[in-house]
């Protein structure tokens, strides 16, 4: 499984298919407030992207920057850093 739960910290790694998703989307509803580590991440679905966008958790490390998600990597972590900034 590429989307795990560890106490608080939600891991992405390896790659991230769409049909991780709900998995996501699951540790996101379940642990408010938990933080998502990209450092492991290879690639990413547009759908994780997404659901990281609408939930706007905190980000730590970053995606394998030879990926896709090493390129969108930077505008995404901005808006969520900004998200997330203004809403504490």
């Keep these: 499984m ?5 106490n608080s910290t939600i891991f992405l790694s390896g790659i991230c298919g769409v049909d991780e998703v709900e998995a996501l989307i699951g540790h996101l509803e379940s642990q408010p ?13 547009t759908a994780l992207w997404q659901a990281l966008l609408v939930y706007k ?4 490390g970053t995606p394998v920057p030879e990926s896709t998600a090493g390129t969108i990597f ?3 972590a901005a808006h969520l850093q900004q998200n997330h900034d203004e809403s504490a």
């Design 57 to 60: 958790p905190a980000i730590r």
């Design 2 to 6: 590429t989307v795990s739960l560890v």
């Design 33 to 45: 407030g938990s933080i998502v580590d990209l450092s492991e991440a290879i690639s990413i679905h």
């Design 74 to 76: 930077p505008a995404i």
